[in-house]
């Protein structure tokens, strides 16, 4: 019963305090444009877009990629951490240990020749966690597993949020490139006009040279917008956890590959108090706050006695007299220890306390850090409104500019062709065109980053974890033949169902 009684004390140090965080009920940005404050699941949010390809690919990204494996990998190494602090409540050393020792005395001992001393016995020494050291400690691993579950949730909203936008800067630069090409057949055949023109000696070749100069300028936009397409697949393929060129095919077998995403008409966002509980980011940061304000009850601990069991039950024989074996299993060969000890490093010059305001300091920064991720969510949140809110009426403006430039180049070269302008009028109405419609579809891809920047800010896609496995087969499958993991590969990310007093049973 002494052990019971003893572990029943209420462990030393802080019990952690929640920081008083108040959200807005509301958010700052005017919620426009198709923005709802209602609330909204945004567990699989890519899918809005109605883009098979997309959802093909943030799939494939979320089962392959190696960022987000390893934070799988943690995930199991701080289970595996919180078996070890668990393990601390029951006797911390067992040992069997036997020993045959052959003795040659001395002379001047009276023995005239070598014996045999023979022993097997078991130890145990049980520290009773009498000012709750260990729990501290367990508490601490437990919230640093957890924490390191929200690390892997955080991960992923980052993975998704990154393949649903580097898929946007590849189809808006595909868009891009079908512009150019555009421009370039309309300019080529304005080109072609003049160099008719000058060749019959209707024109001193001016307007030929302008329009050479313009399909040249916008010629040498290509090799520009190739380049940023190669670099985003290759950006895309290493997400996807791939060899650069291998989703080449993949992007190219819709009919229209070019089309940018779509936005939905209205987008619920919630409200922000519904944003601070899904975020993972600021679930982590709190159970950091957990964990290290666990370590100060551990340190604190550290200033009072340590009562511990000691015990030892064995077999002994052999000796100048008789040094026979099988004597070892008399019952007279029988010997045992037990008794209680203790230990009190009550002079330890201020290392204890010293260490005990390291951990205080430690908690007090990891509080801190969690009122700053707090706000730091909010303005990643309302700056993603902003943009989007934003981008919405410049796309709107720029959609009607872009109209009035196809129809400013339509009347300038019917003008020129009837012999009522000259062809400046032509060249500036072309060069009005391409930039409007460059403008146009960065306006657009400005758009749509700024929804997967708010749909981040949110923290969605993270919900339906349970469906993915945190380490990839074959990676299993080697941990599983190098190391005895029992079942934690399979389990050490769920929420365990062996749950006693907020206390995991140990794994053996």
Request: glycine residues 6%; aromatic residues 8%.
């Amino acid at each position: 019963m002494l052990p019971i009684l003893l572990n029943a004390c209420a462990p030393v140090g802080p019990d952690f305090v929640q920081p008083e965080i108040n959200p807005t009920t509301q958010w700052s940005e005017p919620t426009e444009q198709g923005l709802e404050s209602t609330p909204q699941q945004v567990v699989k949010w890519w899918q809005v877009f109605n883009d098979p390809i997309l959802n093909e690919l943030v799939e494939s990204a979320r089962a392959n990629n190696n960022t987000l494996e390893i934070a799988g990998l943690r995930v199991l190494e701080s289970r595996a951490q919180l078996g070890v602090a668990i393990g601390t409540l029951y006797p911390q050393s067992q040992r069997l240990n036997g020993s045959a020792t052959n003795i040659s005395p001395p002379d001047s001992s009276g023995s005239t020749s070598n014996y045999w001393q023979y022993n097997l016995g078991l130890s145990a020494a049980w520290e009773i966690d009498f000012w709750g050291r260990f729990r501290r400690g367990i508490e601490s691993a437990d919230a640093a597993f957890m924490a390191s579950i929200a690390a892997y949730d955080q991960v992923l909203v980052i993975l998704t949020a990154q393949v649903v936008d580097t898929y946007t800067v590849i189809r808006s630069t595909e868009e891009q490139q079908r512009i150019s090409q555009e421009n370039i057949r309309i300019q080529q055949h304005s080109y072609a006009i003049t160099e008719v023109l000058y060749r019959n000696g209707q024109d001193s070749g001016l307007d030929m040279q302008q329009a050479n100069s313009l399909l040249l300028s916008t010629q040498s936009t290509i090799p520009a917008l190739e380049i940023s397409l190669k670099q985003a697949r290759n950006a895309l393929s290493t997400l996807l956890g791939q060899a650069p060129g291998t989703v080449t095919a993949l992007l190219t077998q819709e009919k229209d590959p070019q089309a940018i995403p779509v936005i939905p008409v209205d987008i619920p966002v919630g409200f922000p108090a519904d944003m601070l509980r899904r975020r993972p980011d600021v679930r982590q940061a709190e159970l950091q706050a957990i964990a290290q304000n666990a370590l100060v009850g551990l340190a604190e601990a550290d200033l009072y006695p340590s009562f511990s069991l000691i015990g030892s039950i064995g077999l002994a024989a052999g000796g100048p007299v008789d040094d026979d074996f099988g004597d070892l299993f008399d019952s007279d060969a029988i010997t045992y220890t037990v008794g209680p000890s203790f230990t009190w490093p009550f002079l330890s010059y201020g290392r204890i306390r010293n260490n005990i305001r390291v951990q205080d300091a430690r908690l007090q920064q990891a509080l801190v850090n969690y009122r700053e991720t707090v706000l730091q969510a909010a303005r990643e949140a309302e700056d993603a409104m902003a943009g989007f809110n934003g981008s919405t009426q410049q796309s709107a403006l720029l959609a009607k500019t872009v109209v009035s430039s196809k129809r400013s180049n339509e009347l300038a070269t019917i003008r020129f062709r009837e012999g009522f302008s000259d062809y400046q009028r032509v060249l500036d109405a072309q060069q009005s065109l391409f930039s409007q419609q460059q403008r146009y579809v960065t306006s657009q891809s400005d758009k749509v980053r700024s929804l997967i920047a708010l749909y981040k800010a949110l923290g969605g896609g993270w919900e339906d974890r349970a469906g993915l496995p945190m380490i990839a087969p074959d990676t299993q499958k080697t941990m599983q033949e190098r190391t005895n993991w029992g079942d934690l590969l399979e389990t050490g990310y769920q929420k365990s169902d062996d749950e006693k007093d907020g206390i995991r049973w140990p794994d053996w």
